[in-house]
């Protein structure tokens, strides 16, 4: 797999060279062409053409609308004002050379748009047309039901090296041609999630004849198409009558095709005279429908915008993203790269949007791990990405994805409530994911939505984007379940990551378009939490700390619990810049011997994450708290698949010394048990550490 994602980005490297080009535009173009004004007003509903100047007829030009909320433009650059307030519209030519182009950026048009004010029209003549948009794995924990699974705004679309951000669905105009033959219309990558795609066109000919309608392109196949070869679609025929007259054509485009035409081929010369060309996931689908209803809540908008605004000013920007499988990119690898996740799309687009100079000051960690609820996760919050901060001290955003492993979890709720109190009182933004499958209904959304409204973040529902348009009468087998499901049904494939990705920029979007209010969130004290807050500001405790460098433990002897496991499951992405990273690479293993893992630790809540196999070697141990026996942990059952599982040890309100010891049960003193991590948390330490 390793081996296939270089692949890819080799390919993506080749194909973002030839979309640049990469070759001189010709030199001996008179003049060059240039915007004829930097500036546009005009009233709501009212609309004005951008004006380039010495425009060459080889060449075509591109426009690009930066809030579509505000002002949208077409393909010829008509900017119409949608709403009161101002964006930018940036204007690119495209230079056409021996079969060879190249994109240039010519300007940026700033657009203000009035509500009352009537602005004069001076319209003039449109710029020429040209294709644009117009905006209409491994393995996942079972949750406790006993499954065990196997593992927007659109933009138009930019040059870029590494993973693409092209509108996924949308409607494509194009100018008109000659039919001698065969002709190509080139979409890109912009169906390479998979469509159907309407094709309208108005012909003109002098003789009935058949135009023969189909798609062909470069298609992935498990991993990548090694060889780059064509793939060609089945058509469709299209019977063209004389004269002149308008037709339509349906083509179900596969998923995962890149560097795609849309083919006309006819025996007779016809002149094809406009073509349109829309685009959606499946029939009977509304893409920016789905993105509209995922949308939950806004949330308070001033830490969004705070995070954009940093970002244009070239300051450095951290998105932390913390969740289980699907966060991590599971079925994200399948077809493409990892990078086609959700987290890495989003945080991707977020840079192109928002971040300056190419997007350099923008960073990005991934902290999703299979099969975390946010009882792992708020023992992992601070190895898995404070610890991972490169710049600054907190995340700027944090985008928490738990609903679907949470459904059991052992806190009911008052891991995710940690983790989201201590983000906001660390000062980051907060934002709340809530993924779904259909193959059980285990998601804890509504649960989960109280703390949203609670602290006001923003949140979006991948429920509530998609039931509208899933086949009730055959959930697992429709048409919905098909384009954003993976073959298990759990976990979203491509497609679906990438709408994940369009619901998360549509709030970016919203956000960005709105005046700025109060911050509701400056004095977390003082908002009285939901299901409780015991685990804020937990501290993670494993092999890789030296206990005499840390005040809380007192004592740490670990007995025979000195091993190391190695037979781990691996991070899917690159942690701390390597491949093939262990989860737990710090853990405390017991093979054989009686001696107990013990540790005293200055603390009032504890938890501990051990590994559950399925492999009979692994035994059951006992752990006794202030030498009173707590629980029984059982490392070996049926369905675990070396993943973490979780336990509360104690919650008390203060502060004090607790000894708590591991040791193997009667009968296991020979058997192995992994002990992954250890959370506590020092409320007086925690605060201590904010200021406080």
């Not at 705070?306 to 969740?323: F, H, M, Q």
């Not at 960073?363 to 009882?375: C, L, Q």
């Not at 954003?484 to 956000?511: E, K, S, Y």
């Not at 299901?531 to 030296?546: C, K, P």
Request: glycine letters at 8%.
């Amino acid at each position: 797999m390793r081996k296939n994602a270089k692949k890819v980005l080799c390919f993506a490297l080749v194909a973002a060279m030839a979309a640049t080009g990469l070759t001189s535009v010709n030199s001996d173009a008179a003049k060059k062409a240039k915007l004829k004004s930097k500036s546009i007003s005009i009233n709501v509903g009212k609309s004005k053409t951008i004006v380039i100047k010495n425009k060459s007829k080889k060449n075509t030009y591109l426009f690009k609308s930066r809030n579509k909320k505000i002002a949208k433009v077409t393909a010829k650059g008509k900017v119409t004002g949608v709403k009161k307030g101002s964006c930018k519209i940036t204007v690119r030519e495209k230079y056409k050379n021996a079969g060879k182009k190249k994109v240039k950026k010519l300007g940026v048009v700033t657009v203000k748009v009035n509500n009352n004010k009537v602005v004069p029209d001076n319209t003039v003549a449109p710029a020429q047309s040209t294709a644009t948009v117009m905006p209409s794995n491994p393995i996942q924990s079972a949750p406790s039901n006993g499954v065990t699974p196997t593992v927007a705004p659109v933009q138009t679309p930019e040059p870029s090296f590494g993973p693409t951000m092209e509108p996924a669905y949308g409607t494509y105009e194009f100018d008109g041609f000659v039919i001698d033959g065969k002709k190509d219309v080139n979409v890109d990558n912009l169906v390479k999630y998979g469509a159907v795609c309407e094709v309208n066109f108005t012909a003109r000919s002098d003789e009935e004849a058949v135009v023969n309608i189909g798609y062909e392109g470069l298609k992935y196949s498990k991993g990548f198409n090694k060889d780059g070869d064509i793939f060609t679609g089945s058509g469709t025929s299209v019977t063209v009558e004389s004269g002149e007259k308008s037709y339509t054509a349906v083509l179900d485009v596969d998923k995962y095709m890149s560097e795609m035409n849309i083919t006309f081929e006819s025996d007779k010369k016809i002149e094809i005279l406009s073509v349109n060309i829309t685009t959606q996931p499946f029939d009977g689908a509304d893409y920016q429908k789905m993105i509209d209803n995922s949308l939950i809540s806004k949330g308070n908008n001033v830490r969004l915008k705070k995070v954009i605004e940093k970002a244009r000013k070239g300051e450095d920007v951290t998105l932390a993203y913390l969740g289980g499988s699907i966060t991590e990119g599971c079925a994200a690898t399948d077809m493409t790269v990892n990078s086609d996740c959700y987290a890495e799309t989003s945080y991707n687009e977020f840079k192109k949007k928002f971040g300056a100079n190419g997007g350099d000051n923008v960073h990005f960690i991934n902290a999703g791990m299979s099969g975390t609820p946010s009882s792992l996760g708020v023992i992992r919050y601070q190895n898995d990405v404070l610890n991972e901060m490169q710049y600054g001290k907190y995340p700027d955003v944090l985008f928490i994805e738990f609903v679907v492993n949470d459904s059991g979890e052992c806190t009911n709720g008052e891991g995710m409530e940690s983790i989201i109190r201590e983000a906001l009182e660390q000062g980051s933004a907060v934002f709340l994911v809530f993924a779904h499958t259909v193959n059980f209904d285990t998601g804890k959304q509504e649960y989960y939505k109280p703390l949203g409204e609670l602290y006001n973040l923003p949140m979006v529902s991948v429920k509530n984007a998609i039931t509208e348009f899933i086949d009730s009468s055959n959930v697992k087998g429709c048409d919905l379940s098909k384009w954003f499901f993976w073959h298990d049904t759990l976990h979203p494939d491509v497609p679906g990551h990438r709408l994940m990705a369009d619901m998360i920029m549509n709030v970016f979007d919203i956000v960005d378009a709105e005046e700025a209010v109060e911050d509701t969130n400056t004095d977390i004290d003082s908002i009285n939490p939901k299901y409780g807050a015991s685990f804020t500001g937990m501290t993670l405790l494993d092999a890789n700390v030296d206990p005499d460098k840390v005040d809380a433990i007192v004592n740490l002897e670990v007995g025979s619990f000195g091993d190391k496991d190695t037979a781990q499951n691996k991070f899917q992405y690159k942690k701390g810049g390597k491949d093939g990273v262990e989860w737990f690479p710090n853990c405390w293993m017991h093979n054989s011997g009686d001696e107990s893992f013990k540790a005293t630790v200055k603390c009032n809540n504890m938890m501990i994450a051990y590994k559950l196999a399925n492999d009979s070697k692994f035994g059951t141990a006992e752990l006794y708290v202030d030498g009173v026996l707590k629980e029984e942990m059982t490392g070996y059952r049926n369905d675990g698949w070396n993943n973490a599982t979780v336990s509360v040890v104690f919650k008390e309100n203060e502060v004090k010394e607790h000894t708590f010891e591991i040791k193997m049960a009667k009968g296991s003193e020979d058997k192995k048990f992994t002990i992954y991590a250890i959370g506590y948390t020092n409320a007086d330490d925690y605060k201590a550490s904010l200021g406080k």
